[in-house]
């Protein structure tokens, strides 16, 4: 590249984190004083090295390098105080309990070693208990804030911006709190996942590309040790979400993942997600072939981009959570989305003109009430979209409950194909595109028997949902079923119709379909 693109670029680079960065003298001297026993020292680590048990830190100027609080204290910044990484690792590190930080900015931090890295550099990385997190501008790092298997940590009114993966990502834990924070342009804006202990590299099997029985047997191996990496892996578990802000993040807003349970999401407002910042194809291929060496090298294409650009997330076994009153509007994906996901409260959210208002998918035993879901693209409120899934299931969503909701002005406002009961013709079709290994679909083309069999073992098995659209006394408001002509019968005035509407997809049924008033009133 030519001195002066190289010059011009990282002028670029260096202007759009400056933007996000609270105003500062560019260069200013570092300055550190410990406020409780007045010593002044020449800079941030020497006032680290030298700090006790409860001392307050006060901080100014540019302070670059990596840095790490191992005592219970506090740290603030004033006038625009900045840790600068310098593209070299972690630039905090809180690896004490009982430690507050306030008013800094934090940058710079290293890449991740790779994309199968669990948990890489970051802006700040919180491993001990109790943290209080505020005021903070988190920018132009891996991940902004990494909660690594830490505990009662609180995040609050702080910016994180513009990071390149996750804008906060918590790994195990539990008893945070991520209040009035923006997270804005990020990777990801939060993501909720489980601790891998001592791993932080993910493990690829490699699939053998030959009948080799030792090339086969490495594959098992690894295969077992992933097996294992996933069921020793810990869960976070009463995170509490409200009242933040996440904007323009790239491949998702908000994600609960596999081990999360008893979280609550609420006030939440999450928009754009994929428009402003695309999402990462990179990250995508990779998890790509990540799944496809678990699954013996199947295709799994078709399945990748699936939820991409997703305003909230919960996916691959979580449970008990309540997600409620939260805003997901205008995402490149769904508004919100969840699978594999099992007793969860979704409640008075708002969900408009996303592809998929909310996409509910091999999920059990949840609660859908009070939600306005308006204006989306593709569907309102929709249960196993059969189209849209990509293999054949064991059984249906089943045990959920549809209530009170206002289904506004969707292309089709309410769908539900859990108790779909599939032909032959139609599992053959979803067996031609379902994520099978290589070596699968190659035997079954070449023995058409076995095809036959599977699929007569598949319509077998499946078990089909069921899932309930009015509680017994109240249903739900559909915009397309709301006059006389077209079906809907008030003759007592009360908005509650005497004549039932019939759920798309299936044989599902609201039997007590409402006015939008007494949706409204709940």
Same mark, same amino acid.
């Given at each position: 590249?030519?001195?002066?693109?190289?010059?011009?670029?990282?002028?670029?680079?260096?202007?759009?984190?400056?933007? #996000?960065? &609270?105003?500062?003298?560019?260069?200013?001297?570092?300055?550190?004083?410990?406020?409780?026993?007045?010593?002044?020292?020449?800079?941030?680590?020497? #006032?680290?090295?030298?700090?006790?048990?409860?001392?307050?830190?006060?901080?100014?100027g540019h302070h670059p390098g990596n840095f790490t609080i191992a005592?219970?204290?506090?740290?603030?910044?004033?006038?625009?105080?900045?840790?600068?990484?310098?593209?070299?690792?972690?630039?905090?590190?809180?690896?004490?309990?009982?430690?507050?930080?306030?008013?800094?900015?934090?940058?710079?931090?290293? &890449?991740?070693?790779?994309?199968?890295?669990?948990?890489?550099?970051?802006?700040?990385?919180?491993?001990?208990?109790?943290?209080?997190?505020?005021?903070?501008?988190?920018?132009?790092?891996?991940?902004?804030?990494?909660?690594?298997? #830490?505990?009662?940590?609180?995040?609050?009114?702080?910016?994180?911006?513009?990071?390149?993966?996750?804008?906060?990502?918590?790994?195990?834990?539990?008893?945070?709190?991520?209040?009035?924070?923006?997270?804005?342009?990020?990777?990801?804006?939060?993501?909720?996942?489980?601790?891998?202990?001592?791993?932080?590299?993910?493990?690829?099997?490699?699939?053998?590309?030959?009948?080799?029985?030792?090339?086969?047997?490495?594959?098992?191996?690894?295969?077992?040790?992933?097996?294992?990496?996933?069921?020793?892996?810990?869960?976070?578990?009463?995170?509490?979400?409200?009242?933040?802000?996440?904007?323009?993040?790239?491949?998702?807003?908000?994600?609960?993942?596999?081990?999360?349970?008893?979280?609550?999401?609420?006030?939440?407002?999450?928009?754009?997600?994929?428009?402003?910042?695309?999402?990462?194809?990179?990250?995508?291929?990779?998890?790509?072939?990540?799944?496809?060496?678990?699954?013996?090298?199947?295709?799994?294409?078709?399945?990748? +981009?699936?939820?991409?650009?997703?305003?909230?997330?919960?996916?691959?076994?979580?449970?008990?959570?309540?997600?409620?009153? +939260?805003?997901?509007?205008?995402?490149?994906?769904?508004?919100?989305?969840?699978?594999?996901?099992?007793?969860?409260?979704?409640?008075?959210?708002?969900?408009?003109?996303?592809?998929?208002?909310?996409?509910?998918?091999?999920?059990? +035993?949840?609660?859908?009430?009070?939600?306005?879901?308006?204006?989306?693209?593709?569907?309102?409120?929709?249960?196993?979209?059969?189209l849209r899934s990509h293999a054949p299931a064991p059984s249906g969503?089943?045990?959920?409950?549809?209530?009170?909701?206002?289904?506004?002005?969707?292309?089709?406002?309410?769908?539900?194909?859990?108790?779909?009961?599939?032909?032959?013709?139609?599992?053959?079709?979803?067996?031609?595109?379902? &994520?099978?290994?290589?070596?699968?679909?190659?035997?079954?083309?070449?023995?058409?028997?076995?095809?036959?069999?599977?699929?007569?073992?598949?319509?077998?098995?499946?078990?089909?949902?069921? +899932?309930?659209?009015?509680?017994?006394?109240?249903?739900?408001?559909?915009?397309?079923?709301?006059? &006389?002509?077209?079906?809907?019968?008030?003759?007592?005035?009360?908005?509650?119709?005497?004549?039932?509407?019939?759920?798309?997809?299936?044989?599902?049924?609201?039997?007590?379909?409402?006015?939008?008033?007494?949706?409204?009133?709940?």
């Amino acid at each position: 590249m030519p001195i002066s693109r190289r010059v011009l670029l990282r002028s670029a680079v260096a202007g759009a984190v400056a933007s #996000a960065l &609270p105003s500062r003298p560019l260069w200013a001297a570092p300055e550190a004083v410990n406020e409780t026993t007045g010593a002044a020292h020449a800079g941030l680590a020497q #006032a680290l090295a030298s700090a006790r048990v409860g001392d307050t830190i006060t901080v100014a100027g540019h302070h670059p390098g990596n840095f790490t609080i191992a005592v219970p204290m506090t740290l603030r910044g004033r006038d625009g105080a900045l840790i600068d990484a310098g593209g070299r690792g972690t630039a905090l590190v809180i690896a004490a309990d009982d430690v507050t930080v306030s008013g800094l900015a934090l940058t710079g931090s290293g &890449p991740r070693r790779s994309l199968a890295s669990i948990w890489g550099p970051a802006g700040l990385r919180v491993e001990g208990r109790r943290a209080g997190l505020s005021g903070l501008t988190v920018s132009g790092n891996e991940d902004g804030i990494l909660l690594l298997d #830490a505990a009662d940590a609180s995040i609050e009114g702080s910016r994180i911006i513009e990071n390149r993966a996750d804008g906060i990502k918590v790994m195990g834990g539990h008893g945070h709190r991520i209040a009035g924070t923006a997270m804005d342009r990020n990777g990801v804006g939060l993501t909720i996942a489980p601790y891998y202990g001592d791993a932080t590299e993910m493990i690829l099997p490699e699939v053998p590309q030959t009948n080799d029985p030792a090339a086969m047997q490495r594959y098992q191996r690894a295969l077992q040790l992933l097996t294992q990496l996933k069921q020793g892996a810990r869960g976070a578990t009463e995170i509490v979400v409200e009242s933040n802000t996440l904007r323009g993040n790239g491949t998702l807003g908000i994600h609960l993942y596999t081990g999360s349970a008893r979280c609550t999401l609420q006030q939440n407002e999450v928009h754009l997600t994929g428009r402003e910042r695309t999402p990462d194809q990179a990250a995508v291929a990779w998890y790509g072939d990540y799944l496809s060496r678990s699954l013996g090298g199947a295709d799994v294409s078709d399945v990748l +981009n699936t939820h991409a650009g997703t305003g909230i997330i919960l996916s691959c076994l979580t449970e008990d959570h309540r997600v409620i009153g +939260n805003h997901s509007h205008d995402n490149l994906g769904d508004g919100m989305a969840a699978n594999m996901t099992y007793r969860t409260l979704f409640e008075n959210n708002r969900l408009e003109r996303n592809r998929t208002g909310f996409w509910l998918d091999y999920s059990d +035993n949840n609660e859908a009430r009070g939600n306005v879901i308006a204006g989306n693209a593709d569907g309102g409120l929709v249960i196993d979209n059969w189209l849209r899934s990509h293999a054949p299931a064991p059984s249906g969503s089943s045990g959920n409950l549809i209530v009170l909701n206002s289904l506004i002005g969707n292309r089709i406002n309410a769908y539900d194909s859990s108790d779909h009961v599939p032909t032959q013709a139609e599992v053959q079709a979803r067996l031609d595109k379902a &994520p099978l290994p290589a070596q699968v679909r190659d035997m079954l083309r070449q023995r058409p028997d076995l095809c036959s069999q599977m699929m007569a073992q598949h319509l077998s098995a499946h078990r089909p949902g069921r +899932n309930r659209w009015d509680d017994g006394q109240l249903g739900n408001h559909y915009s397309d079923f709301d006059t &006389p002509e077209e079906g809907f019968r008030d003759a007592d005035a009360n908005g509650v119709s005497e004549q039932p509407h019939a759920i798309p997809g299936g044989g599902h049924v609201d039997r007590f379909p409402l006015s939008l008033a007494r949706a409204q009133a709940g």
